[in-house]
T-cell receptor
Framework: GDSVTQMEGPVTLSEEAFLTINCTYT??????LFWYVQYPGEGLQLLLK?????DKGSNKGFEATYRKETTSFHLEKGSVQVSDSAVYFC?????????FGTGTSLTVIP | DGGITQSPKYLFRKEGQNVTLSCEQN?????MYWYRQDPGQGLRLIYY???????QKGDIAEGYSVSREKKESFPLTVTSAQKNPTAFYLC????????????FGAGTRLSVL
């Protein structure tokens, strides 16, 4: 069945460091791919999305490219800030359902 | 402002009690979802509904029940049959088409007394 596998955390980085969180997927058909962010005690918020191969989603300095050949959608940011500390979820959508990864906790220290 | 409202934010359940979590959306979305989130884990689908008066079980439906009498509302009841209900519950909605964004409420944290 459809599924998402993402890098396990927790991840701790210094401010201004480069961030990569790996995400790979298994899906039949042509899924749409998403990154969501969750701050403590809150629901998930959409960070970015891509709906077809080679699309690049971007928002707030974060980027991810839909790679069909490697079935991946890795999240990157060139320079993280303390305010980026949160849990990040990779997700895919095919048909009626969404499938989420287990989440990667990121802590950015000053 | 459009969005999804979950209430209450915190809920306590006594042994043998049923409790109901509210989820209301004013986004005019057809599809609504309930997820359970446990510490350090991802989201697990409890139930989802694509249209009024219809809903389907997700991966962990046992011990839970839902109704969808109105497009805007999708309440979740945690029954006494759910032996380990302590978790963070998230409601979400989407237009129901492939590629559409799923929007989330702020969640309800349920604990057992």
């Amino acid at each position: 069945g459809d599924s998402v596998t993402q890098m396990e955390g927790p991840v701790t980085l210094s401010e201004e460091a480069f961030l990569t969180i790996n995400c790979t997927y298994t899906a039949t058909g042509y899924p749409s791919l998403f990154w969501y962010v969750q701050y403590p005690g809150e629901g998930l918020q959409l960070l970015l999305k891509a709906t077809k191969a080679d699309d690049k989603g971007s928002n707030k300095g974060f980027e991810a490219t839909y790679r069909k050949e490697t079935t991946s959608f890795h999240l990157e940011k060139g320079s993280v800030q303390v305010s980026d500390s949160a849990v990040y979820f990779c997700a895919l959508n095919t048909g009626n359902q969404f499938y989420f990864g287990t989440g990667t906790s990121l802590t950015v220290i000053p | 402002d459009g969005g999804i409202t979950q209430s209450p934010k915190y809920l306590f359940r006594k042994e043998g009690q049923n409790v109901t979590l509210s989820c209301e959306q004013n986004l005019n979305h057809d599809a609504m979802y309930w997820y359970r989130q446990d510490p350090g884990q991802g989201l697990r689908l409890i139930y989802y509904s694509q249209i009024v008066n219809d809903f389907q079980k997700g991966d962990i439906a046992e011990g839970y029940s839902v109704s969808r009498e109105k497009k805007e509302s999708f309440p979740l009841t945690v029954t006494s049959a759910q032996k380990n209900p302590t978790a963070f519950y998230l409601c979400a909605s989407s237009k129901g088409e492939v590629g559409n964004i799923q929007y989330f409420g702020a969640g309800t944290r349920l604990s057992v007394l």
